[in-house]
């Protein structure tokens, strides 16, 4: 459905639908989607931790194999879709990839108001892996909006393409990442 070599990146504020998205894509272009969390899980499963560096080695092996996995499928000329939420300098290994394989990489940041976004975090956490519960960011709001404006104060490195989620619904979100595929 869409031409080959195309990247689509999927980053941005937690709890914004970053996971919703890119299985909705990954399912409509018929592109493989890696997912952060979903690597993160089996590793946790796998290895375990104790403290939060523990955790965040979890984080960095999994977008790892995120970036090692793009390199794969960039070697085969084909698309795929990376959902995290991407640090600068994990950005800046695939934008380099990227830019070797001659790839279209699509930048599509998701945010929305910090009160929705903690109020959505605080309505999955009961039910989430807790490979994902080493920040204490339920204590609150202040400590979750203070995550979030580190997490924005990155530089993308691509071009980003911003999609406020606390105002549209997940099909409208579907439907506006639609439209800047291509």
């Known amino acids: 459905m869409i031409s080959q070599r195309k990247l689509i990146i999927i980053t941005g ?10 299985d909705a894509l990954s399912k409509y272009l018929n592109v493989p989607a890696f997912k952060k969390d979903v690597i993160k899980e ?12 523990q955790n965040r080695n979890l984080s960095v092996m999994a977008v790892d194999f ?5 390199f794969s499928f960039a070697s085969m000329q084909q698309n795929i879709i990376l959902e995290a939420n991407f640090r600068e300098n994990e950005l800046r290994q695939i ?13 599509i940041v998701l945010r929305g108001d910090i009160e929705t976004l903690y109020k959505r975090f605080l309505e999955r956490l009961p039910n989430r ?4 519960t080493s920040l204490n960011l339920d204590e609150s709001i202040d400590r979750f909006r203070e995550y979030i404006e ?14 406020d989620t606390s105002t549209k619904t997940p099909e409208e979100v579907f439907e506006t990442a639609i439209k800047l595929i291509g």
């Open 42 to 53: 089996q590793y946790c499963d796998m290895y375990g931790f104790i403290t939060r560096e």
């Open 150 to 163: 580190m997490l924005r104060s990155q530089d993308t490195v691509f071009i980003p393409h911003i999609i």
């Open 66 to 70: 995120m970036i090692q996995s793009f």
């Open 129 to 132: 892996h807790r490979a994902h």
């Open 13 to 22: 504020d937690l709890a914004s639908g970053k996971s919703t998205l890119a």
């Open 95 to 107: 934008q380099e990839m990227a830019t070797q394989f001659a790839y279209d990489v699509i930048l």
